[in-house]
């Protein structure tokens, strides 16, 4: 998704370049400028992509604020704080969720099931989200939701309650769904690594011949 937003700059860069005789001046800063920016957005998360624990940290600090200000602080913008953890609840389901679903036949034909057992073949879990875009999608969020609360056109007058409700039995209903499809695959949604095997230690002991 990141990427692909980024390939899809490139080409109409590559476009307005091609056709810079034709386009206005305008419209060519504005492809270089986008392009720009998803380059360089490329390569900031090239950088923070070995750092997991530090970038989930963040994360939970930059979330932790967000509700400290709109619940405690502000007391309002509930409606901005719905829709961020909708969002967020869409994409923790993608990322739990199978790149290819199982219950495809062609799924199970081409050999590439997941593994159900423990001495199988090691494969790892291959998402439909991987972790870095789901840790960049919902961090992004959290930011969008974060300026949000800066305009009071935002501020919605809602029962809050009904929303909190509203998102549990939500997030019932759609984690008892995908549990059920777990179980019904056998698969879990996380890799543990590959099993690795130990030789004998050395007992420091010559043998000759």
């Given at each position: ?5 980024c390939l899809m700059a490139s080409i109409f860069e590559d476009m307005s ?193």
């Amino acid at each position: 998704m990141i990427k692909t937003s980024c390939l899809m700059a490139s080409i109409f860069e590559d476009m307005s370049t091609e056709n810079s005789l034709s386009a206005s001046p305008e419209g060519n800063f504005l492809f270089r400028a986008y392009g720009n920016y998803c380059r360089r957005q490329q390569i900031y998360l090239d950088r923070v992509t070995p750092h997991v624990l530090p970038r989930w940290i963040v994360w939970v600090l930059l979330f932790s604020l967000f509700l400290i200000r709109t619940l405690v602080f502000l007391h309002g913008w509930y409606i901005v704080t719905y829709a961020v953890a909708i969002f967020m609840l869409n994409q923790f389901i993608a990322f739990l969720t199978p790149k290819i679903d199982p219950a495809l036949q062609d799924y199970e034909e081409d050999g590439l099931s997941l593994p159900t057992k423990a001495n199988e073949e090691f494969r790892p879990f291959m998402r439909q989200l991987p972790e870095l875009k789901f840790w960049f999608s919902t961090f992004r969020a959290i930011l969008v939701g974060h300026f949000c609360t800066f305009f009071d056109f935002f501020n919605i007058p809602v029962f809050w309650p009904i929303l909190v409700m509203y998102f549990i039995i939500l997030f019932a209903v759609t984690m008892k769904k995908q549990i059920r499809h777990m179980i019904k695959y056998k698969y879990l949604p996380f890799t543990h690594g590959k099993m690795q095997y130990k030789g004998k230690a050395d007992s420091g002991k010559v043998v000759t011949s």
